[in-house]
């Protein structure tokens, strides 16, 4: 069959090229349904990537955040309209001892390999998360960044102390958002706090303990664990920040993404003893995890709808440039695609 697939050319132009594929391969046809735009789908709309990076990427259909229903599997293991989270990680290979999102061999999709604006995608069968009718799709749509938190807790898990008294949250943006509510649930004695600089974002966050601007925070305030989503320039100020207020032997969770190196007061993170785990993406598991979580956790989806934007209906490669420069007006929350290609 031949497949539409948009792809970004070059910043702010986005053409349709065709694919021409076998239905009868080792694959499942998934028909997307809802897209969420992602700050990292808007660095390559907008050319803010290096040069170089730009020419060894494009031409690329973008978009990694995406839920869609099947029409078509070969094999029979999915019902034909079951609702799926599309997961954009693809390993190539296996390993023991280091997940999947870690391999450098590992494919991503939107980032140097095809993303799901396209008319039909052609998944391998462990990298979709089945999800239940009764699920807001528009919501689900941006699980990826969901499942990214997620991933960074389970990693907070494995590696930390066993002191869960207190958590602080750097970033009062959409990953701050989410990481705030899953520690909420997965914690729920535990105090919850939320540093940020935005009176307007930090208003969202009416079901943590406090929030406090980056500016005014009690000089007598220690936590025990901190996870930073702050990322880009803000990164060395909330790290160092982190550094001065977390207890002795806490860890100190990454996941905010910088272009640039920070500089970190190491004497600091030496003379207290602490941990500093970094976060990138997540696997397919967790994305079968965040869907358990949700299922038992209904509270959790109520919670993350707020983070909902504008939803636009694309129907034509005009809509999605609208959709696109509509999202980079936005300071927070996520903007919605319903794909109607």
Excluded at 33 to 48: E, H, K, N, P, V
Excluded at 146 to 175: C, E, M, T, Y
Excluded at 177 to 190: D, G, H, K, Q
Excluded at 276 to 295: E, L, N, Q, T, W
Aim: aromatic share 12%; net charge negative.
């Amino acid at each position: 069959m031949i497949n539409q697939v948009y792809q970004l050319v070059s910043p702010r132009q986005i053409e349709v090229t065709y694919n021409n594929e076998n239905i009868k391969s080792d694959k499942v046809i998934v028909r997307p349904l809802y897209f969420s735009i992602c700050a990292a789908d808007q660095r390559y709309y907008t050319g803010s990537r290096d040069h170089n990076v730009l020419e060894k990427k494009l031409p690329m259909s973008l978009i990694h955040e995406a839920v869609g229903e099947v029409v078509y599997d070969n094999k029979g293991v999915y019902d034909i309209g079951t609702k799926v989270i599309m997961v954009p990680n693809t390993p190539v290979e296996r390993d023991d001892i280091i997940d999947e999102n870690y391999l450098p061999s590992s494919k991503f999709r939107s980032s140097g390999y095809d993303g799901f604006m396209q008319d039909y995608v052609f998944m391998d069968y462990d990298r979709l998360a089945e999800i239940p009718d009764s699920f807001d799709l528009s919501v689900l749509a941006y699980s990826e960044l969901v499942s990214v938190s997620w991933h960074a807790i389970q990693r907070f898990k494995r590696k930390s102390i066993p002191k869960n008294d207190s958590f602080g949250i750097w970033g009062d943006g959409n990953l701050g958002f989410i990481t705030a509510v899953l520690l909420r649930n997965i914690y729920p004695e535990a105090k919850i706090y939320v540093f940020g600089k935005t009176e307007f974002k930090l208003s969202h966050f009416s079901f943590v303990d406090n929030v406090f601007n980056i500016n005014h925070i009690p000089e007598d305030l220690t936590i025990d664990h901190a996870f930073e989503c702050v990322g880009g320039k803000g990164s060395q100020s909330a790290i160092n920040q982190i550094i001065d207020f977390i207890s002795p032997e806490g860890s100190i969770a990454l996941l905010g993404v910088s272009e640039y190196p920070v500089e970190v007061n190491t004497r600091l993170v030496l003379e207290k003893g602490l941990t500093m785990i970094g976060s990138s993406r997540s696997s397919a598991k967790d994305f079968k995890d965040i869907v358990a979580f949700y299922k038992n956790n209904p509270d959790v989806l109520d919670k993350l709808s707020i983070l909902k934007g504008e939803e636009f209906e694309v129907r034509t490669i005009n809509d999605i440039i609208q959709a696109f420069e509509f999202d980079l007006t936005v300071s927070w929350g996520k903007t919605i695609i319903k794909w109607i290609m």
